[in-house]
């Protein structure tokens, strides 16, 4: 039998014990975990449990009288003896809590993960072998990824905390015919209740009296505009958004009053139902994760067999002693652990997270950074994140010209400066007076910031303004010069809204703007130039038409004399002899960013889809400004509801437009995507949109005008709600992936080639190891922090954004890359075994030929860093050579390291190293370099090859 081999400590009886019973634990762990982990990978993301039908109940439906009487109530509202009793049957008109795990149960969840407990071993193993320096390093490494990941899921938790801190706290209700105020949890349906401007809607009304009643819908449907109400029915099949005799619980009343009996309190609400989306989606694991996951498990396998293999040949064919053979297997899996890893893919993903906030998208979520680089499909919302949220004036209809606006950006007289090139000066006289009516005829303001206009008031009559300034008008002086002296305020029942002006030669003027259709029926002329002529309805009922098709919302402005004595206005007074002046086709233009980002997905490879509560018409003309791919194609809420899955499955990917959803319907669109293998990034800022931004694998809510509950249940928020913006974050998350991968494909190569020494030292029969476990750890710990570390901070490659988004389901390691790792470790492993045994067998000392074992490694790893900056790529060239300054900085700072690790006296004596002649370092250097020169040879033959086979 051989001599045992000489690691440098000796271990007593219990001590092969421990560490035979760890390996046993490592290998069921190893086990266990790789088994539960492909079954989970395996499997697609499921459906929630139950989803609520889009349709709960047909109040909107039904006649207000038909409401009341089904719900047992009257106008006059409910006693308060049976409000009591429904209180009993019904509940609380509050959203249930919740059920979370506990703290305690969320942290050490954190800790159930493959390269975890492979760590956790790795940690108790060094501890045995009284490495407390290293032990400690690997634990804090272990624990600060768990406490990470325990912060990160504990904001999660808050999305529907917020969704329920939007419910009203108060509502106005009719109980024993009296008026009287309550808390808004001890509604019960069949109540009545009263609301005016400013109100938060308590709970889901059927409204049965309006006047002027106006409702910010946003967090439901996602459009910005308030909806006028009425108390006439719709069809069944309605969406949300058009349901307008409804009054939906958190929504806010911004104009007029009006009264509705509750029909649905708490959960039964449509927030409520949201609330109940969001609890019972399941969000699904990254790529990254299931990536990292499958990684873990293969490596632990590969270690344990190679620890195996060691120990039964050593014991087997060299004869070594069992003990030696257990610690010379635990030495091995030391070797093969990177243990800095887990810490360098941390550290990457938070570069990442610092270099998207520089470009305004906000990561919540850590893993989130790198999904990012595998997205293939972005779901958009239209308003704010596509368009500017801000309507604008794009289209002029006057009697003899359609005048198409284009805002330049170059100023705010320059839109109308370009419209009147080559128009007749009578034609010129009509627009000023038109845009003077807009201007007059308006109960908006508008307030000069530091570097843009605010508007106050409802954003159609803003955008009039706005289209004042730019037509030159000043809108102040000419309110003085046409001071109002009455008005009839806009209300849907007569959809139009009034003013009577008297200019200072004692001329009296009535203005009028509203629904095209409704101003039509009041005017008999039309103003042609400095003259009246008759109507002709035929022409504008065509410009209305084609107006609308471009998704613009059309405002119809006319005129009237009356006499200089007249002070009031009446509704007799504009009932016909009105003057058609034009109308103005109005609409929320497109980013440009947003265009270009577009354009940039279809380059990358990103298919985009517009999901939007708007209509139809609107959303295809912003689509068709955006160049979406198939912009014509769009399908609405109604054609979903009427759709089975299978038959919107085959469609998903051809159509990239669809309007008037519900929540359910972005939820469903976000699931079909995924079960077809795509990696879904949704943008939203809705209460309707949390359960599909929780949904998606990455959750975009925006940052300025994105309520709390979106921010919540997503993993990024954008700080300037730019649609732009989600690419710039695609395009770091690419490369965050990329860095990761050149992490990964540099780190393993040093614990392969450490291994391999190891096994060649006893596969070839020597008595010394050229490593010892403190060195090898020192190796791993100290080119971790340092030269791998340094890859984090890569650049973006130059075709990042021009290839297509890589196969989130592939491994993380390629056939090519587990070839290029094996290509490394062998050459690492042939250098420095080869030294070591030269200096043998010039009769040095164990300790000097280590020390030039070790520092040839990590010459070797310096070296082999430049070739890691790239993948394929050659790297000789200047950008290739210096073009990461970290990169340059860690070598300096690993040199300086080695240097102490060499000549001090305490690291010589903690190491067991030795001091080294300057002759041996050129004979490092010479050998280590050789690393560089093939790994550049092996590139070119790749590329050579791929490209023989492509081209």
């Known amino acids: 039998m051989n001599e045992g081999l000489t690691w440098g400590f000796e271990a007593s009886l219990s001590e092969w014990l421990?560490?035979?019973?760890?390996?046993?634990?490592?290998?069921?762990?190893?086990g266990v975990v790789t088994r539960r982990l492909s079954l989970k990978i395996s499997s697609k993301p499921t459906a929630p449990a139950s989803e609520p039908d889009s349709v709960s109940e047909s109040w909107?439906?039904?006649?207000?009288?038909?409401?009341?009487?089904?719900?047992?109530?009257?106008?006059?509202g409910l006693s308060r003896e049976e409000a009591a009793d429904r209180l009993l049957k019904h509940g609380p008109n509050r959203l249930p809590e919740a059920e979370a795990h506990g703290p305690l149960v969320r942290f050490f969840f954190q800790f159930h993960n493959v390269l975890i407990y492979v760590l956790l071993v790795a940690c108790v193993i060094t501890a045995i072998l009284g490495h407390w320096v290293d032990s400690s390093v690997i634990l804090g490494v272990v624990v600060l990824n768990a406490i990470i990941g325990f912060i990160q899921e504990g904001k999660a938790e808050n999305a529907l905390k917020a969704i329920r801190q939007m419910l009203s706290q108060n509502a106005v209700v009719v109980r024993d015919g009296q008026q009287t105020t309550i808390s808004a949890e001890e509604l019960v349906p069949g109540d009545i209740v009263q609301l005016q401007s400013g109100d938060k809607v308590p709970a889901d009304l059927r409204l049965f009296r309006v006047k002027g009643l106006q409702v910010q819908e946003s967090i439901l449907t996602g459009e910005s505009m308030a909806v006028e109400k009425t108390i006439d029915p719709v069809a069944f099949e309605s969406v949300i958004g058009d349901r307008r005799c409804m009054a939906y619980s958190g929504t806010l009343v911004t104009h007029g009053q009006g009264g509705g009996v509750v029909v649905s309190t708490g959960a039964q609400t449509e927030i409520g139902r949201i609330s109940t989306l969001v609890s019972e989606v399941e969000s699904v694991t990254t790529p990254l994760l299931r990536q990292m996951a499958q990684f873990g498990g293969w490596l632990t396998l590969a270690i344990l067999g190679i620890a195996a293999i060691t120990f039964a040949f050593g014991l087997l064919i060299r004869g070594y002693a069992a003990t030696d053979m257990f610690l010379a297997a635990v030495s091995l899996a030391v070797a093969a652990i990177p243990e800095g890893l887990p810490a360098i893919m941390t550290i990457t993903l938070a570069i990442g997270v610092q270099r998207m906030a520089k470009r305004n998208a906000i990561i919540r979520?850590?893993?989130?950074?790198?999904?990012?680089?595998?997205?293939?499909?972005?779901?958009?919302?239209?308003?704010?994140?596509?368009?500017?949220?801000?309507?604008?004036?794009?289209?002029?209809?006057?009697?003899?010209?359609?005048?198409?606006?284009?805002?330049?950006?170059?100023?705010?007289?320059?839109?109308?400066?370009r419209a009147r090139e080559g128009m007749p000066v009578h034609e010129q006289s009509?627009?000023?007076?038109?845009?003077?009516?807009?201007?007059?005829?308006n109960d908006a303001s508008l307030e000069q910031g530091e570097r843009e206009w605010f508007v106050s008031g409802d954003p159609m009559e803003g955008a009039l303004l706005v289209a004042g300034l730019k037509a030159g008008i000043d809108i102040k002086e000419e309110g003085k010069q046409f001071p109002r002296t009455d008005h009839i305020p806009f209300e849907s029942e007569h959809r139009f809204m009034a003013t009577l002006h008297r200019s200072y030669s004692d001329e009296v003027f009535i203005f009028l703007k509203g629904a095209?259709?409704?101003?039509?029926?009041?005017?008999?002329?039309?103003?042609?130039?400095?003259?009246?002529?008759p109507l002709d309805k035929t022409y504008w009922l065509d410009r209305i038409e084609e107006i609308a098709q471009q998704g613009q919302r059309v405002l119809a402005i006319a005129t009237k004399q009356v006499g200089y004595e007249q002070t009031e206005i009446k509704f007799s007074d504009v009932e016909d002899e009105l003057v058609m002046l034009g109308m103005f086709g109005l609409i929320d233009p497109p980013r440009e960013e947003a265009i270009d980002a577009v354009k940039a997905c279809s380059v990358a490879g990103i298919k985009v889809k517009m999901i939007t509560g708007d209509h139809g018409a609107t959303a295809r003309s912003i689509a068709q400004q955006l160049s979406l791919a198939n912009a014509d194609d769009v399908l609405t809420g109604e054609d979903l509801e009427s759709m089975s899955e299978d038959e919107l499955r085959q469609r998903v990917h051809d159509v990239d437009v669809y309007a008037r959803v519900n929540p359910e319907h972005k939820l469903l669109l976000v699931r079909l995507f995924q079960e077809e293998g795509l990696i879904v990034a949704m943008t939203g800022d809705g209460v309707n949109d949390a359960p599909a931004l929780k949904r998606a694998d990455v959750g975009t809510a925006m940052g300025r005008n994105g309520t709390e509950a979106a921010k919540e249940a997503s993993e990024m928020v954008l700080a300037d709600d730019n649609f732009a913006s989600i690419i710039h974050a695609v395009e770091e998350g690419r490369t965050v992936y990329d860095n990761l991968k050149k992490a990964i494909l540099f780190i393993l190569p040093t614990n392969g080639g450490e291994a391999l020494v190891i096994f060649a030292a006893i596969l070839f029969g020597f008595h010394q190891l050229p490593l010892t476990p403190v060195q090898i750890l020192w190796v791993n710990m100290i080119t971790a922090v340092t030269l791998a570390l340094s890859l984090a901070f890569e650049p973006p490659e130059r075709n990042v954004m021009q290839r297509e988004p890589r196969d989130a389901s592939e491994p993380m390691l390629s056939s090519y890359l587990i070839w290029r790792i094996a290509f490394v470790s062998i050459i690492l492993m042939a250098g420095t075994f080869g030294l070591f045994i030269l200096e043998i067998e010039r009769g040095a000392s164990v300790e000097y030929a280590r020390t030039v074992a070790v520092n040839t490694l990590v010459m070797f790893e310096i070296f082999y860093l430049f070739n890691s900056r790239y993948i394929t790529a050659s790297v000789f060239n200047w950008e290739g050579l210096s073009g990461n300054r970290y990169v340059l900085m860690a070598i300096g700072v690993l040199i300086l390291f080695q240097l102490a690790f060499t000549y001090l006296g305490p690291m010589q004596s903690l190491f067991g190293t030795a001091a080294i002649d300057l002759n041996i370092w050129l004979r490092i250097l010479l050998v280590s370099s050789s690393v560089l020169f093939l790994v550049e040879l092996e590139k070119s033959i790749v590329r050579y090859m791929y490209k023989k086979r492509t081209g």
């Open 18 to 30: 421990i560490v035979l019973a760890l390996l046993a634990i490592l290998a069921v762990a190893g």
């Open 430 to 441: 009509l627009l000023q007076e038109m845009v003077r009516a807009a201007v007059l005829c």
């Open 365 to 417: 979520k850590l893993p989130a950074v790198e999904t990012l680089g595998a997205v293939t499909v972005i779901c958009s919302d239209k308003t704010g994140t596509l368009t500017r949220n801000e309507m604008t004036v794009r289209t002029i209809a006057t009697a003899g010209n359609l005048i198409e606006l284009e805002d330049s950006g170059d100023g705010v007289h320059e839109t109308f400066t």
């Open 516 to 533: 095209p259709e409704r101003v039509l029926e009041m005017c008999t002329h039309q103003r042609t130039g400095d003259e009246a002529q």
């Open 60 to 76: 909107h439906a039904e006649t207000a009288a038909e409401v009341i009487q089904r719900l047992l109530s009257k106008t006059e």
